[in-house]
């Protein structure tokens, strides 16, 4: 059974396949396009999972589509009605790009497939379409470990349903409560992201970065005026307040009325006051999360939980989840948002529409450390540096990893180019940017002279599983990056009386730990715990840092700057090598010092990408 799985037309467009129920690949159209959260029908993602997997368009028994136009069309025009005339402008704006582009979904889909796939398949039957939150759900219970468990999906909105409690139990998956729009905490989050002057749908995680800067003095009024949620975790939310079902913003002059003002220009100063509104909007959504993981415990007796859908990126939450023992484990998947809702749909289409039975369940994952995107052959890479001018020398694994290692430790910025690149937002050392994470100095650095930033978040810590209990409170594994824990206390830093009156990130500038690149004001550290089956190379890589420094962490960011898609190709991780201050970058066997590179190649990148 092979199926290919698609999400579209929102954002973050990708592609899936899986055959007789393994994931065999998975990639997100921006990494290939260029263009960050890339909506466009995903031509290129399509045509790389169906060459990973050996397949032609006509092999395919299935394609599988993450939700279903029709009910999304069906929301909003009800929506619109229910609050005509006041969304009048909004509604007459919004419908022609409607009624064009998502009403006729279906001929749109089967038209792409053909320009993309080719006409030897006859498209419009093996066409299905699973719904938004069941993706979600599909994409979180059948690759996890479990053979039982309930599932929670949390995000802005799929058609209706905002929330969604289900039940896995083998090839079985049983919705069985959801909360509806408007009532969403997804967007009751970005309408705090809106507030607060980040970018709706990407800019979240900025204000969950935020958060430890403030105190959560809004978070009453937020409970009070906002959102009433009952015992159970369901909730409804104050549409008094909200503009995001009539108008085309989030929020409106009632919610600037309550929280003493307008919302903030993007890029302006940021203020104590945004600090703390995010501080009120994440303690709220922390409280909302488990008291729904509560009920879902209560209601199904299930001990493990599966969680997908945007708002299971909120890593703090999900910290506090396993902190808290609400259930005995708890996996996440690492696409989860409306990405993984393409592998979701095929997963949706192999065991609830085919009936295939359950893949066997044997305590690990079927993500493969979601390393599902291309990788470039040893040859492959040498030719495209090459063409692309650049200087290398091809050394032997060990001697590879032996300078990368000491060029950690020197305090050098290191790009990290191996294997299969990553499905999901985060980079996990397919595609990154490593540092020193004991350094001062390496949290500023990065983010002005790498990432072209000034960042009030740390960067994350990748630590060796073997290790993690010593260096974080924490002892699950991690390695998607979703969990958040405090550093051990014995490796702390106190802060003086006079370094705690200081503003914002100056803050972030007192070392808070032994590692401070990595430790977040209130001690946080956004973990991924780096495993030897899954990246050997990785593993391999910090074990010898580690020898060097006696430190099993290093910093891992994103190989990419401000506002670009993480790099796919060796051309990619080349350009932005030469766009920025990388001192060495690894591409499989390839190592390029930046200091042998020919300056002419620099690649300037003022403008290129929008701010994200
Ligand atoms: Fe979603």
């Known amino acids: 059974m092979r199926i290919l799985g698609i999400s579209a037309y929102y954002h973050d467009a990708a592609a899936a396949v899986i055959v007789d129920g393994n994931v065999v690949a998975a990639a997100q159209e921006e990494r290939f396009t260029r263009i960050k959260h890339d909506p466009e029908f995903p031509v290129n993602a399509v045509r790389y999972c ?79 379409f699973s719904e938004h939150h069941l993706s979600h759900a599909a994409s979180a219970f059948f690759p996890s470990p479990f053979e039982r468990a309930a599932v929670l999906t949390m995000d802005g909105v799929g058609e209706w349903t905002t929330t969604s409690l289900a039940m896995g139990a083998g090839a079985d998956l049983k919705v069985l409560r959801e909360i509806h729009f408007p009532h969403s905490l997804g967007l009751l989050y970005s309408a705090f992201t809106y507030y607060t002057g980040f970018k709706v ?94 009920g879902v415990a209560r209601e199904t007796g299930e001990r493990n ?52 039975p359950r893949a066997r369940v044997n305590g690990h994952d079927a993500m493969r ?15 495209r540096l090459k063409a692309a001018g650049a200087r290398y020398r091809v050394l032997e694994p060990d001697e590879l990893l032996e300078s990368c290692a000491r060029a950690l430790a020197e305090g050098k910025a290191v790009g990290w180019h191996q294997g299969r690149m990553e499905f999901g937002p985060r980079a996990l050392g397919g595609r990154s940017i490593l540092g020193d994470p004991r350094s001062p ?42 969990l958040v ?23 972030l500038n007192v070392p808070r730990s032994s590692i401070p690149a990595v430790t977040h004001v209130d001690y946080s550290a956004r973990v991924q715990t780096v495993h030897r089956d899954t990246n050997p190379r990785y593993h391999a890589l910090i074990t010898r840092f580690k020898e060097l420094t006696g430190c ?28 920025t201050d990388i001192d060495l970058l690894a591409v499989e066997n390839c190592l390029l010092e930046k200091t042998t590179q020919d300056s002419a190649l620099k690649h300037r990148y003022e403008g290129a990408f929008a701010l994200d």
């Open 552 to 579: 099993p962490v290093l910093v891992n960011t994103s190989f990419n700057v401000r506002g670009e898609p993480i790099v796919c190709t060796p051309e990619d991780s080349f350009r932005c090598f030469m766009g």
């Open 485 to 507: 824990a405090d550093v051990v206390t014995g490796r702390r830093i106190a802060m003086t009386s006079e370094q705690q009156q200081l503003f914002g990130i100056e803050k």
């Open 305 to 356: 939980l599966c969680l997908a859908g945007g708002v299971a990126l909120n890593c703090v939450a999900n910290g506090k989840l396993v902190r808290e023992g609400v259930f005995d484990n708890i996996w996440l998947q690492p696409a989860a948002g409306d990405a993984g809702g393409a592998l979701g749909a095929a997963l949706a289409a192999n065991y609830l529409y085919k009936g295939a």
């Open 201 to 294: 749908n990407s800019g979240e995680y900025k204000v969950m970065g935020l958060a430890p800067y403030g105190e959560p003095r809004f978070a009453d009024l937020i409970r009070s005026h906002l959102i009433d949620v009952k015992d159970d975790g369901s909730f409804r939310l104050n549409l008094d307040y909200f503009d995001y079902c009539t108008g085309l913003r989030m929020t409106n002059g009632k919610f600037d009325e309550l929280f003493g003002g307008p919302a903030r220009q993007p890029e302006s100063p940021l203020t104590q006051r945004e600090m703390d509104l995010a501080a009120s909007v994440q303690q709220v959504t922390e409280e909302v999360v488990l008291r729904l993981a509560r």
């Open 369 to 383: 450390g979601s390393y599902l995107g291309p990788r470039y052959r040893q040859e492959d890479v040498e030719q």
């Open 441 to 482: 100095t390496m949290q500023r650095l990065l983010n002005l002279k790498v990432k072209y930033r000034e960042s009030f978040r740390p960067f994350a810590p990748s630590v060796l599983r073997e290790d993690v209990a010593d260096w974080f409170e924490l002892d699950v594994d991690s390695p998607y990056m979703l």
């Open 50 to 128: 169906l060459e990973e997997a050996g397949i032609s368009g006509n092999e395919l028994d299935f394609v599988a589509f993450y939700d279903k136009p029709f009910l999304k069309f069906e929301r909003l025009l009800e929506t619109y009605l229910a609050f005509a005339p006041r969304g009048f402008t909004s509604f007459r704006q919004a419908m022609p790009l409607w009624i064009k582009d998502k009403l006729f979904q279906k001929d749109g889909l089967i038209k792409e497939l053909a320009t993309c796939l080719g006409n030897g398949a006859d498209w419009g039957a093996k066409l299905v």
